[in-house]
């Protein structure tokens, strides 16, 4: 008895040092929307469609889905923000903002099957003011839209990926 | 408590007449507390260890995320750019330029040369993974975020990953 007591205490000892007590994780952001530079030349296809999301101002986000520079479809969100916490601990999160973008992505994604390894694109454009804690608000909204991946068994996986304009809106 | 040679101190710990100094413990309860802490502490234990954060930054938590890589780390504070705790530029320098700055030249020589190390301890033909991993303060302007993005880019990394706390996702 004593010794399996001793080997719990020890197990318990090394599982409470090398317990990891903060959940860290990330948002990724591609930076290279086209795709890789091949060596290759490759025969000119239609562009894809693409979600837009802008900031434009304090009252509302602006959704509009373009083939190019062709605008197919543009919608006004009311720019809704719901704060969780308080003092430095306060998250903003964009709930409407989320809903909106799954149902335009039904009506409008270009990869939608779940046989489609491809992921639709969602460009973020904000004014250079815009503070940090909104755009991670927003690229939250964006990869709330999920779907089911070829290989990916039941497990649901975000339907866009997100990039980044550099132009302030 | 046979083996207590001494009268008096064999009264003291029998009681004496008043309680006994000795407890017993029970094993069984003790033995399915030890376990059920093992077992808690087995399902949250990570393998991955701990991401060190900044002191100084606040991040943004997220619900919809991804699991953390190996890769450099740029943070961003209030006031400076730092590469793997490494000071390599001024956010101050990117306000006052008012505009997206292509590159900003510290962090991207920086970033650079990460790069070429990773290369020379990978000569194979394993392609470069090009993830860098910011971490910034949740009330840093969009323009430091858009610039370090944009030099980062520049530099080599496409796949640029916001750090952000996680949030547990609520069931839909």
Redesign the interface.
């Known amino acids: 008895?004593i010794p399996?007591?001793d080997l719990?205490?020890c197990?318990?000892c090394f599982?409470?040092i090398?317990?990891?007590?903060?959940?860290?994780?990330?948002?990724?952001?591609?930076?290279?929307v086209p795709g890789?530079p091949r060596d290759t030349e490759t025969t000119p296809q239609e562009p894809q469609p693409m979600l837009h999301l802008t900031i434009a101002s304090e009252e509302k986000f602006v959704l509009s889905w373009r083939k190019g520079n062709a605008v197919v479809s543009s919608v006004d969100v009311p720019r809704k923000p719901v704060t969780v916490g308080e003092g430095?601990a306060a998250?903003?999160r964009f709930p409407d903002l989320a809903t909106k973008i799954s149902e335009e992505w039904k009506a409008n994604g270009a990869h939608r099957d779940p046989t489609d390894k491809k992921m639709d694109q969602a460009v973020l454009h904000?004014?250079?003011?815009?503070?940090?804690?909104e755009?991670?608000?927003v690229?939250?909204a964006v990869?709330?839209t999920?779907r089911p991946f070829p290989g990916g068994g039941e497990k649901l996986y975000?339907a866009m990926n997100v990039t980044?304009s550099?132009?302030?809106n | 408590m046979h083996g207590v040679r001494l009268a008096f101190v064999k009264k003291k710990v029998t009681g004496g007449g008043h309680r006994g100094v000795a407890a017993s413990l029970n094993l069984t309860s003790m033995i399915d507390y030890l376990v059920t802490v093992v077992i808690f502490l087995l399902m949250s234990f990570s393998s991955s260890g701990e991401t060190p954060i900044n002191k100084s930054i606040t991040l943004p938590m997220a619900e919809n995320t991804i699991d953390m890589v190996t890769a450099p780390m740029v943070a961003i504070n209030g006031s400076q750019i730092l590469v793997n705790e490494h000071p390599v530029g001024s956010t101050r320098a990117v306000e006052e330029a008012g505009r997206v700055m292509p590159r900003i030249d510290e962090l991207y020589n920086a970033l650079k040369s990460l790069k070429d190390d990773w290369k020379k301890l990978n000569p194979s033909n394993k392609d470069f993974p090009g993830v860098v991993i910011l971490q910034v303060d949740k009330e840093v302007p969009a323009l430091v975020v858009k610039s370090v993005f944009q030099t980062a880019a520049s530099a080599g990394y496409p796949n640029v990953s916001f750090m952000v706390g996680k949030i547990a996702e609520s069931k839909k």
């Not at chain 1, 090398?18 to 290279?32: F, I, K, P």
Request: aromatic share 8%.
């Open positions: 008895m399996m007591i719990l205490m197990l318990i599982l409470l090398t317990a990891v007590w903060s959940t860290m994780s990330r948002l990724n952001a591609d930076a290279q890789p430095r998250q903003t904000c004014d250079n003011k815009t503070p940090y804690k755009i991670i608000a690229i939250d990869y709330s999920k975000p980044f550099m132009t302030s």
